[in-house]
């Protein structure tokens, strides 16, 4: 991997790390409103299929390992075993996602964006609520009242500034050199 690759890619996730604090809880559900989502989308559409993904995992590493990155300054496998663990573990497949359907279309432009980081959200809420169903031991209704429909709102907001950002910081690090145009 190179030294541009690397740096790029640990940037990642740290900027996860960092967004995953920016948390509003909610007193109807363990899930909070958080910024976390925004890097997941942003890697995906910057980095490479290989490299996006391995900047959530380690991120989910870390946390896994029990330093404190993930929401509310928490760590620890029993974080990913909880009820938001299927939202992180979500991760480095929404990362793989949005970089997978940029890939096919060929392209990393505002309107490519907009499907990409769909298909990467609805990875999430499916991963999150089957894992919160589970883990919860509720039905997948309400699992979906629980930690979907309230956000749905406040997600596609992220996605929307997500499709703005992503070209915006794609030129320019292509100008400045630090990745290649695609």
């Known amino acids: 991997m190179k030294t541009k690759q690397l740096t790029l890619t640990a940037l990642f996730t740290a900027l996860t790390i960092v967004f995953a604090q920016l948390i509003l809880p909610l007193s109807f559900t363990p899930v909070p409103l958080s910024l976390s989502l925004l890097p997941v989308y942003l890697s995906g559409a910057i980095l490479p299929k290989r490299h996006a993904v391995y900047s959530q995992l380690v991120y989910l590493l870390i946390g896994a390992a029990g330093?404190?990155?993930?929401?509310?300054?928490?760590?620890g496998p029993g974080v990913l075993f909880g009820p938001t663990g299927g939202f992180l573990i979500a991760y480095p497949m929404m990362a793989f996602l949005t970089a997978w359907v940029l890939e096919i279309l060929q392209k990393k432009t505002l309107l490519s964006c907009?499907?990409?980081?769909?298909?990467?959200?609805?990875?999430?809420?499916?991963?999150?609520?089957v894992?919160?169903?589970?883990?919860?031991?509720?039905?997948?209704?309400k699992s979906l009242s629980v930690t979907v429909f309230p956000f749905i709102a406040f997600d596609l907001m992220k996605v929307a500034a997500s499709?703005?950002?992503?070209?915006?910081i794609n030129k320019?690090?292509?100008?400045s050199r630090l990745i290649q145009n695609v």
């Open 67 to 75: 330093l404190p990155v993930f929401a509310g300054f928490r760590g």
């Open 114 to 129: 907009i499907p990409a980081m769909l298909a990467a959200l609805t990875a999430c809420y499916l991963c999150g609520s």
């Open 131 to 141: 894992f919160y169903m589970f883990v919860g031991h509720v039905s997948w209704l």
């Open 163 to 168: 499709v703005l950002l992503a070209p915006a």
């Open 172 to 175: 320019a690090l292509i100008k």
